[in-house]
């Protein structure tokens, strides 16, 4: 005999399931698009419209978590993980550029394994900032760039990354940090050269 009952509170299990990660996945594009906009505003100098668009982020994270109460199972799904990262990246784009301070996966309430891979992506934005930085003559902040970059690099390296999603990130730092001290070295043959 088969228990019915059994088998039809399974299937309104499962459904609630994909009412709440429909919602989780909306609400993690909502963080996404607001961490990429403050990455754009911290480009153009605009903190205050960055800061305000991270507490907005912050916000929803808050409505992400109350979801995830509801069904542990969410927190696996992957558009909340790349939303996460890329508010990482946003928090510490910001961090770096208003204090010159990382701020740590504790003071932003993430994982560790969110934070590891939001933080290897902050270094594409930093290594824009410093080419632009130069192109606008600011030599000082493209370098200041390049060794913040460099202590990331060494930490970083302490890490057994192995075969986790973060490892192909970590990877990219290297040519990042590269690219700077190539920009930091032609700078100063230029310098020397006039």
Known sequence: M?????????RKELENFDLLREDLIKISRDILKISKSAIYEIHRNSMSSAESNLKSAKKLISKVEALIKKDPLLASVGAYHEALEEYVEAAC?????????????????????VYLPGVCDLVGELVRKAINSSI????????????????????????????????????SIKYGLEKLETLILDI???KKNK
């Not at 600011?138 to 057994?160: G, H, P, Q, R, S």
């Open 2 to 10: 088969i228990n019915k009952k059994a088998f039809a509170d399974m």
């Open 93 to 113: 784009y910001l961090g770096f550029m208003k204090k010159k301070k990382l701020p740590t996966s504790k003071e932003l309430g993430v994982s560790t394994k």
């Open 136 to 171: 606008d003559g600011d030599f000082n902040t493209a370098k200041k760039i390049k060794d913040f970059v460099a202590d990331v690099y060494a930490e970083l390296m302490m890490f057994d990354f192995r075969n986790i999603p973060a490892r192909r990130k970590f990877d």
């Open 188 to 190: 100063k043959l230029k």
